[in-house]
């Protein structure tokens, strides 16, 4: 790392190369005195695609809030362009037109369409005339899918389209790197595929991202890069292969054997239902999951599928089922994607899946899918709560 002198009398700082951001000896402590980032040392590369996960409350967030300044840090440096933007008399507004970021809320203006949001911080921060930014957001609304929504106030469409139009207005600004921070948190599961495709079509062009994530999947596909935080610092950090298969550290080992997801597919309707339950049996055991949730989950599985969806698929059955369990929100989450015909779960079933449904710990979410690579066209997601709200 090369030091040589700037106007202002400090030093400007040349990263190594290919370096986007250097990050050392990042520190941050709050005023009720908790200390969410502890001792952070990164170097962010031209092109590279980082996944932060961990438990909630390590401080994955705080870092990305530091990082473009959102959050003062109380110590370390974080080196931009060769400049450490901690330093007094750094030009924030000029560092932040090269970081886009993309939080869990969408921060749209009610009051203005979709193409003036994505227009405006154009004109006004960019300098650009009004054509130039028409131009411009047309271009990255056709990329994400949502040209056809230019004139539509943002109340108007899906939570999911909203992230994307939001996506769009950051990519407006030409940035040399995106935060994303948990950008699909506050989705429902039938939204969160769009937003995903979104962001793994930015991965493919080179554009170089962090991206603070409980999707351990999407993680997984997406990433050259794993950072796994844990009480303040960055505990382990590898490739996704390392990371998830091959842990070397013992809360990180811990951490991703809780954050594994049973998938079965079905293509006959004599599929092994003993198999089925015995992985179903071998899941639950490994994550500890109650015995009273995974048979809540067996209903569900038996009414859905092989009283419905079976029957009705004829010889041409292909039905996806996945289980998940979020430690985040202790929920245990049954996914069931089909083709064919559509029936309301809601007005079928024995009483046993009618009383399953009227627990307020259940939750059920019926949805159409569109352009699923598999060719799926409906889903049931039925989520298993083990505390009531």
Known sequence: MLLVPCLAGKHIIFPGVGAVIEIRHLRKVFDDDTIPLKDIDITINDGDVISIIGPSGTGKSTLLRCINMLTEPTSGSIIVDGQDITQRGCNLNEIRKKMGMVFQSFNLFGHLTIIENVMNPQITLLGRSRQEAYDKAMYLLQQVGLASKVFNYPDELSGGQQQRIAIARTLAMDPDIILFDEPTSALDPSMIGEVQSVIKMLAKSGRTMMIVTHEMDFARKISN????????????????????????????????????????????????????????????????????????????FEEICMNNIVPESGDDIDILVKVEYSEKLDILSMLVCYKGVKFDVTTSGSKLFQNLLAEPTTELLQTDVTDDPMGYEHMVTMRFRWVEE
């Open 225 to 300: 890069r794993i950072l796994f935080m844990y009480d303040g610092v960055i505990y382990e950090e590898g490739t996704p292969r390392q990371i998830f298969e091959h842990p070397q550290k013992e809360i990180t080992k811990r951490f991703i054997q809780r954050l594994s997801s049973l998938t079965y597919r079905i293509q006959s309707a004599d599929f092994d239902v003993e198999a089925m339950n015995d992985e179903l049996s071998a899941y639950g055991e490994k994550l500890l999951i109650e015995a009273e949730r995974l048979s809540k989950l067996s209903v569900a």
